[in-house]
């Protein structure tokens, strides 16, 4: 599935601007650094193909602000589940056991000739108690059913799955005019933004709306 926008690399602070300039978005702004310790990164790419990765700590009673290219991902505190306590659809609403040691986790980030997705080297899953959402800003304007999509499966079954069609906490919304989305996580894998399969003028509750982000 190709995306819908290509998007420039930029730092948390570039992030947390554009957060901080919408008219109806909250003022108070996140930790700038993520908790837990130091970040490690690495660029790579030859212009039109770009690849980056960060790694960061996840670390018990501590909420995480970190950004990942041109994504910001928030993380309240004791959000993470063991790693034992189950992965999958029949999963994300249940009550788990939370990780008690701190746990390392390499995002990785990409745009080739306008497509561009982020995944997570483990899939992991939160309480359904706690906030965790990421955010992704854009240089131009995402189309009105443009949703952050979750990759369901490996290899020639994965498929790119809307979320918000079976879980509306999941839903992705937009702000700022179109060039930010964001939207709720209850576990990682990989994302990508792309087109809603469905038609937002037949069906209202598919692709996205207009709503300010989170308070952090």
């Not at 080739?112 to 990421?134: K, M, Q, T, W």
């Not at 079954?157 to 809307?162: C, E, F, Q, R, S």
């Not at 939207?183 to 894998?189: D, E």
Request: aromatic fraction near 10%; glycine fraction near 10%.
């Amino acid at each position: 599935m190709r995306v819908s926008k290509m998007v420039r690399w930029a730092g948390l602070a570039s992030a947390m601007a554009l957060v901080a300039a919408c008219s109806d978005a909250p003022t108070a702004a996140p930790a700038a650094v993520a908790a837990g310790g130091e970040m490690a990164f690495a660029k790579g790419g030859n212009g039109k193909n770009t690849v980056d990765s960060r790694v960061f700590t996840i670390v018990p009673g501590q909420p995480l602000t970190v950004a990942l290219g041109n994504y910001t991902l928030y993380m309240s505190s004791n959000a993470l589940c063991a790693q034992n306590q189950g992965y999958g659809r029949e999963f994300w609403n249940q009550p788990c056991t939370l990780e008690k040691t701190p746990v390392n986790i390499t995002a990785t980030w990409s745009a080739e000739d306008g497509e561009g997705n982020i995944s997570f080297n483990r899939d992991v899953r939160f309480s359904p108690s706690a906030r965790v959402y990421l955010l992704l800003k854009a240089t131009g304007k995402f189309r009105n059913t443009d949703a952050i999509l979750w990759r369901e499966g490996e290899g020639s079954k994965a498929v790119w799955v809307d979320e918000g069609t079976y879980d509306r906490d999941m839903r992705t919304y937009s702000a700022n005019g179109g060039t930010l989305l964001w939207r709720r996580m209850k576990h990682f894998s990989g994302y990508n933004v792309g087109h809603g399969e469905c038609d937002s003028l037949l069906d209202p509750s598919c692709g996205n709306g207009d709503a300010p982000p989170p308070l952090f």
